[in-house]
């Protein structure tokens, strides 16, 4: 019970990362409120949930929800913890084909909702004497092949942003992190189609067998795995941690493929066959 008599808030908190990010939270003991823009998901976790979850619709691309959600927390007696994770995959054009208008609403949606976060999380946390804010990233912030270059470029900022926040908020004793997680099942995937039910049940499926066999540890990465890191973080275990991130990975950015998999040809088992 980490979080006995603390108050969260918690932004995409209806579905996959930030709903599992939510429930841990309760579990140990928060008041959680969740900000998103999925009405039916966010309400139907709040009545799951015996009052331990409230939902407050909030679109992340509008300033005035999130310093709304902020306040209304603050309101119900006090802001100790924000994750800002809401979020979705933006735009999949390439650099060289991208419009100016796509740019901006991804980085809108990824990188400014987090930095409005902070923005308004930060006053109403400083004058109760301090904080902590988690801040979703992704391992595409750490190099190429794993996301589009606008999500990718975003991310990136995400964890700047976590380092000069950080920097920012010690004077208030609030800190900022930020978590950086691999390939974790949710609907994030298949939200970016436009699938009927039966073939995204054939996508989900798709997506669990890619996602077990994506890094070094042979299971698909789960909401529940970016929650305990999250829940870490915002805890008073990390209470000398702050400016940086935790990766949870499954091991996916420790090296090339042939490192870990030895199914895949190394440039040696290439060569050794010559012998
Ligand atoms: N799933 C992954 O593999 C993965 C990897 C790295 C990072 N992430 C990041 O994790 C975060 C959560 O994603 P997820 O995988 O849980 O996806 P998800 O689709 O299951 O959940 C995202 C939630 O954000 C909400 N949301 C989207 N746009 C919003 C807006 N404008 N305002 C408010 N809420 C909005 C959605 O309604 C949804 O409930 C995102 O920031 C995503 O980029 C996910």
Known sequence: MRFSGKRAVVTGGASGIGRATALRLADEGASVLIG???EAGGQALADASGSRIQFQRTDVLQAGDIEALMQAADDAGGLDIVFNNAGAGGSRDPIGEISPEDWDRTQALLLRSVALGIRYAAPLMAKRGGGAIVNTSSVSALGTG????????????????????????????????????????????????????????KADAMIAHIAADAQP?????????IAAAVA????????????THILVDGGMTIGTRPSWDPAQPSLFSILDSLK
């Open 36 to 38: 998103d823009i999925d």
């Open 146 to 201: 794993y996301a589009p270059t606008a999500y990718s470029t975003a991310k990136a900022g995400v964890l700047h942003l976590t380092k000069q926040a950080a920097a920012d908020l010690a004077r208030h004793a609030i800190r900022v992190n930020a978590v950086v997680p691999g390939f974790i099942v949710t609907n994030i995937f298949t939200r970016m189609l436009d699938l009927d039910a039966a073939k995204t049940s």
């Open 217 to 225: 540890i042979r299971r698909p990465g789960t909401g529940d795995d």
């Open 232 to 243: 870490f973080l915002a805890s008073d275990d990390a209470s000398f941690i702050t400016g």
